[in-house]
Nanobody, 116 residues
Framework: VQLVESGGGLVQPGGSLRLSCAASGFIFSINAMSWVRQAPGKGLEYVSSINPAGSTAHYADFVKGRFTISRDNAKNTLYLQMNSLTPEDTALYYC??????????WGQGTQVTGSA
């Protein structure tokens, strides 16, 4: 199983980024997937998740209305569209595979930095 994130970068306040997570080594369409982030000096923080079919999404309160999770099962890819970014969104963003009530595989993360 491999999860490879991309799309991070430096963005000005109010800017946008689209993160991608390319999955391989498993049947992507049967697992729910999540985005989790870790800000400098802080613990892991849930961002968003999506069901296997891509029909149901959940979000942390702090990203509702700003971030949109989606997936393309034909391309084995998970996405996170991030709009209205703020410096508080600065973090390493991970995609993770859900397996029951745990995350059993993680990517290496992609850095998002919101400039002040």
């Amino acid at each position: 199983v491999q999860l490879v994130e991309s799309g991070g970068g430096l963005v000005q306040p109010g800017g946008s980024l689209r993160l991608s997570c390319a999955a391989s080594g498993f049947i992507f369409s049967i697992n729910a997937m999540s985005w989790v982030r870790q800000a400098p000096g802080k613990g892991l923080e849930y961002v968003s998740s999506i069901n296997p079919a891509g029909s149901t999404a959940h979000y942390a309160d702090f990203v509702k209305g700003r971030f949109t999770i989606s997936r393309d099962n034909a391309k084995n890819t998970l996405y996170l569209q991030m709009n209205s970014l703020t410096p508080e969104d600065t973090a390493l963003y991970y995609c993770a595979r859900e397996n029951g009530y745990i995350y059993d595989y993680w990517g290496q993360g992609t850095q998002v930095t919101g400039s002040a």
